[in-house]
């Protein structure tokens, strides 16, 4: 499966922006999705995760209540919404995908999108 991510851009604190993951090759029903981001001189951390097989989401406790993520079977698309955005949320968003089940840790996804820059100005 080929992932491409976008919907990154620069925002003010406190704005919204929405992130897309758009799957080709296949379609995502045997797939988890997770969102994952790095920031300069950062390791990559998890941030969200859907799996489209049985339904459960996941969110870092450092976006819950301010982002979700939600999928559309019809266009093969991950989307996360990110609300209340703060300067230390700055990071290049990466969409994965996994056919082994999600989790917090990157390794359990195989297929990688190129990644979104998302920048949060205070």
């Known amino acids: 499966v080929q992932l491409q991510a976008c919907g990154g851009g620069l925002v003010q604190a406190g704005g919204s922006l929405r992130l897309s993951c758009v799957a080709s090759?296949?379609?995502?029903?045997?797939?988890?999705v997770g969102w994952f981001r790095q920031a300069p001189r950062k390791e990559r951390e998890f941030v969200a995760a859907i799996s489209w097989r049985g339904g459960s989401t996941g969110l870092s406790d450092s976006v819950k209540g301010r982002f979700t993520i939600s999928g559309d079977k019809a266009k093969n698309t991950v989307y996360l919404q990110m609300n209340t955005l703060k300067p230390e949320d700055t990071a290049v968003y990466y969409c994965?995908?996994?056919?082994?089940?999600?989790?917090?840790?990157?390794?359990?996804?195989?297929?990688w999108g190129q990644g979104t820059q998302v920048t949060v100005s205070s």
């Open positions: 994965a995908a996994s056919t082994t089940g999600w989790g917090t840790d990157s390794g359990l996804f195989a297929y």
């Open positions: 090759g296949r379609t995502y029903s045997n797939y988890d």
